[in-house]
């Protein structure tokens, strides 16, 4: 099992770039995928990004390909969402997610283990 936390979440503004942090507790953080997943006010749960548990495969989603870069540090049990080129319509509130996988899983259903949320607000 593993516990996330993000931070960094914020007010940003459009053209501006935020850096959200993921840490996980336990001592098996390199066993799982993770992802990054947003929900904007009113709408449906959107997945970001996803990375492998060897940190070399990524996945994004079309909208911010280009612009976000997904990435995992597993000494210190991290994950990170760096967001530039910010448009209000990213803004939402962001989850980190885990699953137990090697490959990266691309729907948000897939995983199992979800920390509590950062808010970002992109202002135009």
């Known amino acids: 099992q593993v516990h996330l936390v993000e931070s960094g979440g914020g007010l940003g503004q459009a053209g501006g770039s935020l850096r959200l942090s993921c840490a996980a507790s336990?001592?098996?953080?390199?066993?799982?995928?993770l992802g990054w997943v947003r929900q904007a006010p009113g709408k449906e749960r959107d997945f970001v990004a996803a990375?492998?548990?060897?940190?070399?495969?990524?996945y994004y989603t079309d909208s911010v390909k280009g612009r976000f870069t997904i990435s995992r540090d597993n000494v210190k049990s991290t994950v990170y969402l760096q967001m530039n080129s910010l448009k209000p319509e990213d803004t939402a509130v962001y989850y980190c997610?885990?699953?137990?996988?090697?490959?990266?899983?691309?729907?948000?259903?897939?995983?199992?283990?979800w920390g509590q949320g950062t808010k970002v607000t992109v202002s135009s």
């Open positions: 997610a885990a699953v137990v996988s090697f490959w990266y899983r691309t729907r948000w259903d897939e995983y199992n283990y």
């Open positions: 336990g001592r098996t953080f390199s066993t799982y995928s």
């Open positions: 990375i492998a548990r060897n940190g070399l495969e990524t």
